[in-house]
């Protein structure tokens, strides 16, 4: 258990840093409530009387210095991280404490990569972008699904959303990534980010019953493009999103998730199926669970948890799958999230 180690949550009073708030207090971590805006940091202390709120903003290196004073490590939940993850890493590698994110911007985090790999590494700290439902468990998947290969042809990770009602952050998020892309798309493709303008293909793909084959969106490319290539030689990456949930993420009309249990989950169901080929040779792993927001807060805190108790591969800028024994953090992860192999895939 956390054992009374304080844990900075930066955009505590988001949708997402709620769900992480609640999962730190329940692995007896103490949160320290960061964000830019002091209301809303007094009205979420009255939902956790006793924590502490630190008014902090990315436009003020000290201010996030204050913020970050006696944190064993941070974990970001303010989005777009186009603006807060690089002031934010530069904090946690002032203060020397690992950063974690659930960055679900492709760009964002090939910057993470790209701007702080040599630093962080420097620092013998570890600073892990996209720990979440995007970018993390699809890669702590694909790991998995590896087992022994370092190498695969191609890997192929489908998005079974029962729906989406995607939060403010979720669109903000998504209309910078756009404005950087210039409107254009992007894959990854002979083991590189391409972008293009090519119509999007629509499929069918087989997820594991009950869900059955459903229709989906190719190339509907997440943060797994970045994760995955950042530690597996595997060329092509390919995310695959359902034809509903993507319609329902750009209706004109689209709606914030609405809580129906006593943890705050919306009623949005998910599976993430995952396909790796190598030659002739397929493996598939997949796992289903309850709101892509909520499933986020314990694959972020159970990252802490390793890194702070030194269940860490790695240091540096890494991936879920490449700092963590990806199939024991799955276990770890058993009371929210199924994870079934194939019985013709497993041994
Ligand atoms: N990878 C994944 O699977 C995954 C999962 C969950 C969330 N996310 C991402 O996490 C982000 C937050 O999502 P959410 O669902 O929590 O959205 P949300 O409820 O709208 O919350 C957004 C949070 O970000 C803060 N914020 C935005 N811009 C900021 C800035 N410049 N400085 C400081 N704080 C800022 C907001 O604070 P104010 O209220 O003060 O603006 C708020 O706390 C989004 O980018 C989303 O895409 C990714």
Same mark, same amino acid.
């Given at each position: 258990m956390?054992s009374? %180690?304080?844990v900075?949550v930066?955009?505590?009073?988001?949708?997402?840093?709620?769900f992480?708030?609640? &999962?730190l207090r329940?692995?007896?971590?103490v949160?320290?409530?960061?964000?830019?805006d002091q209301d809303?940091?007094?009205?979420l202390?009255e939902?956790? @009387?006793?924590?502490?709120?630190?008014?902090?903003s990315?436009?003020d290196?000290?201010?996030?210095?204050r913020?970050?004073?006696?944190?064993?490590?941070?974990?970001?939940?303010?989005?777009p991280?186009a603006?807060?993850?690089?002031?934010?890493i530069?904090?946690a590698?002032r203060?020397?404490?690992?950063y974690?994110?659930v960055?679900?911007?492709? &760009?964002?985090n090939?910057?993470t990569?790209?701007?702080?790999a040599?630093?962080?590494?420097a620092a013998g700290t570890?600073v892990?972008?996209a720990?979440a439902?995007?970018?993390?468990?699809?890669?702590?998947l694909?790991?998995?699904?590896?087992?022994?290969w370092?190498?695969?042809d191609?890997?192929?990770?489908?998005?079974?959303?029962?729906s989406?009602?995607?939060?403010?952050?979720?669109?903000?998020a998504?209309?910078v990534s756009g404005?950087?892309?210039?409107g254009?798309?992007?894959?990854?493709t002979?083991?590189?980010?391409?972008?293009h303008?090519?119509a999007?293909?629509?499929?069918?793909?087989?997820f594991p019953a009950p869900?059955?084959?459903?229709?989906?969106?190719?190339?509907f490319?997440?943060?797994?493009?970045?994760?995955?290539p950042?530690?597996?030689?595997?060329? &092509?990456?390919r995310t695959?999103m359902t034809?509903k949930?993507?319609?329902?993420l750009?209706?004109?009309d689209a709606?914030?998730p609405?809580?129906?249990?006593?943890r705050g989950?919306?009623?949005?169901?998910?599976?993430?199926?995952?396909?790796?080929?190598?030659g002739?040779t &397929?493996?598939r792993?997949?796992a289903?669970?309850?709101?892509?927001?909520?499933?986020?807060?314990?694959?972020?805190?159970e990252?802490?948890?390793?890194?702070?108790t030194?269940?860490? %591969?790695?240091?540096?800028?890494?991936?879920?799958?490449?700092?963590?024994?990806? @199939?024991?953090?799955?276990?770890a992860?058993?009371?929210?999230?199924?994870v079934h192999?194939?019985?013709?895939?497993r041994?």
């Amino acid at each position: 258990m956390g054992s009374g %180690r304080n844990v900075a949550v930066f955009g505590a009073y988001g949708h997402t840093g709620r769900f992480v708030v609640a &999962e730190l207090r329940e692995r007896g971590y103490v949160p320290v409530l960061l964000g830019r805006d002091q209301d809303k940091l007094v009205a979420l202390v009255e939902a956790h @009387p006793g924590l502490e709120a630190r008014q902090a903003s990315v436009d003020d290196a000290a201010s996030l210095d204050r913020a970050l004073s006696g944190a064993d490590a941070v974990i970001n939940c303010a989005g777009p991280f186009a603006t807060t993850g690089a002031p934010l890493i530069e904090a946690a590698l002032r203060a020397g404490i690992p950063y974690v994110d659930v960055a679900a911007e492709i &760009e964002a985090n090939v910057d993470t990569f790209a701007h702080f790999a040599e630093r962080a590494r420097a620092a013998g700290t570890v600073v892990v972008p996209a720990m979440a439902f995007y970018g993390g468990l699809g890669d702590l998947l694909v790991t998995t699904a590896m087992g022994d290969w370092t190498a695969a042809d191609e890997a192929h990770i489908a998005y079974g959303l029962s729906s989406w009602h995607p939060t403010a952050g979720t669109l903000a998020a998504g209309m910078v990534s756009g404005r950087r892309r210039g409107g254009r798309r992007v894959r990854f493709t002979g083991g590189r980010l391409e972008y293009h303008d090519d119509a999007l293909p629509t499929l069918e793909w087989p997820f594991p019953a009950p869900l059955g084959p459903q229709s989906v969106i190719g190339e509907f490319t997440m943060a797994d493009v970045v994760t995955v290539p950042s530690h597996l030689a595997v060329p &092509e990456v390919r995310t695959y999103m359902t034809a509903k949930a993507a319609a329902d993420l750009s209706a004109p009309d689209a709606s914030a998730p609405a809580a129906v249990d006593e943890r705050g989950r919306s009623a949005q169901t998910f599976v993430v199926d995952v396909l790796v080929r190598s030659g002739g040779t &397929e493996r598939r792993v997949a796992a289903t669970g309850q709101d892509i927001y909520a499933i986020s807060a314990p694959l972020a805190v159970e990252a802490v948890d390793r890194i702070l108790t030194g269940r860490t %591969r790695a240091t540096g800028v890494v991936s879920a799958g490449a700092v963590f024994d990806a @199939p024991d953090f799955l276990r770890a992860l058993s009371s929210h999230l199924s994870v079934h192999v194939p019985v013709d895939a497993r041994g």
